[in-house]
């Protein structure tokens, strides 16, 4: 699985962005995907992961009120709306897929990763 994620940019703090992951390469029956991030001088973090077969759907616990996943089946591609965003979202953002059930932590496969940074 091929992943390619962009939408990233410079948005003012409160404001809102719209993330696009396209996978391509593999049908994603029996995929799981995932949107981690990874801010200035920190770890890797989850945002949320998505079972594409079901829709089952595990945020994490400090990011489900202001973020929301989506998908469109037709153009294989995972969606990640960020509203009322802050400048501690400031990140670089990835997407990720493996053929297990969502994991927190682990996946076989990675975007490139697309920049999001929010201004005060």
């Known amino acids: 699985v091929q992943l390619q994620a962009s939408g990233g940019g410079l948005v003012q703090a409160g404001g809102s962005l719209r993330l696009s992951c396209v996978a391509s390469?593999?049908?994603?029956?029996?995929?799981?995907l995932a949107w981690f991030r990874q801010a200035p001088g920190k770890g890797r973090e989850f945002v949320v992961g998505?079972?594409?077969?079901?829709?089952?759907?595990k945020y994490a616990a400090s990011l489900k009120d202001r973020f929301t996943i989506s998908r469109d089946i037709t153009k294989n591609t995972l969606y990640l709306q960020m509203n009322s965003l802050k400048p501690e979202d400031t990140a670089v953002y990835y997407c990720?897929?493996?053929?297990?059930?969502?994991?927190?932590?682990?996946?076989?496969?990675w975007g490139q990763g697309t920049k999001v940074t929010v201004s005060s």
């Open positions: 998505f079972q594409w077969n079901g829709g089952t759907t």
């Open positions: 990720a897929a493996n053929r297990l059930s969502i994991s927190y932590t682990t996946y076989d496969y």
């Open positions: 390469g593999q049908p994603l029956s029996g995929y799981s």
